[in-house]
């Protein structure tokens, strides 16, 4: 069988478990990987849930350790007062200045390490607090939390799309951070842009939403932070995996050899990076509760439950991934995009937009996309593959509509309707996968890296 039908159909498989039969992305990812295996022409029938395992096994020995640790620390974030004060200090960082530009601000660092949903949870009240304080803009609040948020949540590792798409498509995590965030500004920026343009063309009445009613937002507004940790202690579970991986990409990429290489290897690799930030996360979160590491067990819990099932779904499309390489899908589509003269970063950005239409998820989108253009990008490029994992991020915000979680999570915690959330939200995220899709352009042009 043709390689590229095996794919059409591992696909069709994907999206018929998960929009028709409503299996779980994990599930759905470890069928059509099976499914692949056993329509390749390349795969003995007695090799495939072998080779099956061995690629899960693979991806889940290089992201799990990452990803559980990123949810302790986003939980302990959340639960100390930490974010709460990396907002707060933004806020008067940026003094008289549109309340959006903090909130963006926020929504754009916090999203690092915590997952969107936690942020959007976070910082809603606030965006919320600031329409009572303004009274007005309300649009503009809420649409400059998802620029942010919504912008690194898909471009910078430890998030799990964008670690994945560094593992499938062999990038190294501390270029992934560098670059990730150089096409995430101006993509949050450009969606900044749009959502003060758009907030006037539209009138969105507050109304309560679950956990904060408007009358409570007045107390929320005037609260002092005297119980909040300090900003350095609060910001630091943050910046330090960011400082150890990018060290050791820096030495590496000037060559530099001996003790400093060795240390930079050490402290550098991901996962002693994320578990440094987590060590400081949790000390922050019991020194603020006065509790034991006993009594902060079922928050740390909590956290590594939320994480199992993103490291399943991550690896699961490391399996399917690697029974479409074993396939010969990469030479396949190669031929074919020549054939068609298709650009590869143009694939890369309608590809994952298509998977997001279909079945919702971003994280699923990327880890699909990625999953099916790594073996294109093994056969050589003439742009770093990290434009290739930024083009997949960008495109993975396009067609954000009701079968998407963060679409209930905008809408409910906003107190919006499903038709003003399709006129923010939904339209918004159009707009940063074009912003994400131009910067990638401009900079795979200006700065191939090969």
């Known amino acids: 069988m043709h390689p590229l039908l095996i794919l059409s159909i591992a696909i069709g498989v994907v999206l018929f478990l998960i929009i028709k039969l409503r299996v779980n992305a994990f599930g759905a990812l470890i069928v059509a990987a099976t499914t692949v295996g056993a ?30 640790f990123a949810a302790v620390v986003g939980q302990c ?42 942020v ?46 560094a593992e499938f498509l062999n990038v190294d995590i501390g ?37 904060v009613t408007v009358a409570q937002l007045e107390a929320m507004a005037a609260q002092d932070e005297t119980n909040l940790p300090g900003f350095f202690e609060s910001i ?18 000037l060559g530099v050899e001996g003790p400093l290489k060795n240390l930079t290897s050490f402290v550098g690799n991901p996962n002693f990076a994320l578990l440094a930030a987590m060590v400081v996360a949790v000390r922050t979160l019991a020194r603020q509760k006065g509790a034991t590491l006993v009594e902060l067990a079922p928050s740390i819990e909590r956290a590594l439950g939320s994480a199992g099932l993103i490291i399943l779904i991550t690896s699961g499309g490391g399996a399917f991934g ?12 190669a031929q074919t995009s020549q054939a068609m003269g298709l650009p590869t970063l143009l694939l890369a950005f309608v590809l994952p937009g298509m998977l997001k239409l279909a079945q919702g998820s971003g994280t699923v989108s990327m880890i699909t996309a990625s999953s099916i253009l790594a073996p294109l990008a ?26 998407d979680s963060g679409f209930w999570v905008y ?32 900079l795979a042009t200006l700065f191939p890296m090969v």
């Open 77 to 118: 974030l959340m639960e100390s007062g930490a974010a709460d004060k990396i907002v707060r200090v933004f806020q008067r960082a940026l003094g008289n200045a549109s309340p959006a530009y903090s909130l963006v601000s926020s929504g754009f660092i916090l999203s690092i390490p915590v997952f969107f949903d936690t």
């Open 322 to 333: 690697g029974m479409l390489v074993k396939s010969g899908i990469g030479d396949a589509m």
């Open 175 to 211: 270029v992934m951070i560098l670059m990730g965030l150089a096409v995430s500004l101006p993509m949050s920026l450009t969606g900044l842009a749009f959502a003060f343009f758009w907030d006037k063309r539209l009138n969105i009445p507050l109304r309560d939403a679950p956990g």
């Open 236 to 253: 630091l579970p943050v910046i330090l995996p960011v400082l150890l991986i990018t060290s050791n990409t820096l030495v590496s990429s």
């Open 39 to 68: 329509l390749s022409p390349n795969i003995a029938m007695k090799d495939v849930m072998p080779e099956v395992a061995a690629s899960f096994g693979r991806v889940c020995g290089n992201i799990g350790i990452v990803i559980a």
């Open 120 to 165: 959007f949870y976070l910082l809603a009240p606030l965006a919320r607090a600031s329409r009572v304080r303004s009274g007005k803009n309300y649009a503009l609040y809420l649409m400059a939390v998802a620029a942010g948020a919504t912008a690194t949540h898909a471009l910078v590792p430890p998030t799990p799309g964008p670690l994945a798409m």
């Open 378 to 403: 093994a056969q050589g490029l003439p742009f770093h593959p990290v434009y290739l994992a930024c083009m997949i991020g960008s495109g993975s915000k396009l067609g954000s509509w009701m079968n």
């Open 411 to 442: 809408a409910k915690m906003s107190g919006l309707t499903e038709t003003e959330t399709l006129q923010t939200w939904s339209i918004l995220l159009a707009v940063l996968a074009f912003g994400g899709g131009a910067a990638t352009l401009i």
